[in-house]
């Protein structure tokens, strides 16, 4: 196991790339250019893994009913992809940095689930 304290923290940079993918204003592979070596991802359909090496930010980066009905509404006026809302969801639910609005856990979790795992993102 591995001691968290030997972990590096975030750089702003990264904790600033993570917000706008949060809010879908930060593609995949920015998130994943900046998270070069603490935060590595696999999106395939079938096998969808991540492996982190950084220490959790404090406080996390929230994730609220805001962030789901931003995300819903782009995919409902076109502007993204039904492939690009699953992987949205996909790594918002792998990434340890990201923390479910506590008020609104329950639902937030469940429509993050719905849309990583039943929705098509071929």
């Known amino acids: 196991m591995i001691d968290e304290t030997q972990l590096p923290y975030l750089t ?7 917000r706008r993918f949060a809010w879908m204003e930060a593609s995949v592979e ?6 070069t070596g603490v935060f590595e991802f696999e999106l395939q ?17 929230a994730i609220t009913r805001r962030h789901l009905e931003n995300a819903l509404n ?18 918002i639910l792998l990434n340890d940095a990201y923390v479910l ?15 990583s795992l039943h929705l098509d993102a071929s």
């Open 74 to 91: 782009r995919k409902r006026e076109g502007r993204i992809e039904e492939r690009d809302l699953v992987e949205w969801a996909t790594i």
């Open 30 to 35: 920015e998130l994943r250019t900046s998270m």
């Open 12 to 18: 702003a940079h990264q904790q600033e790339v993570l």
């Open 45 to 61: 359909r079938g096998h969808r893994a991540a492996r982190t090496w950084f220490r959790m930010p404090e406080p996390g980066i």
């Open 101 to 115: 609005d506590t008020g609104d856990e329950d639902l937030i979790a469940e429509w993050l689930n719905d849309i």
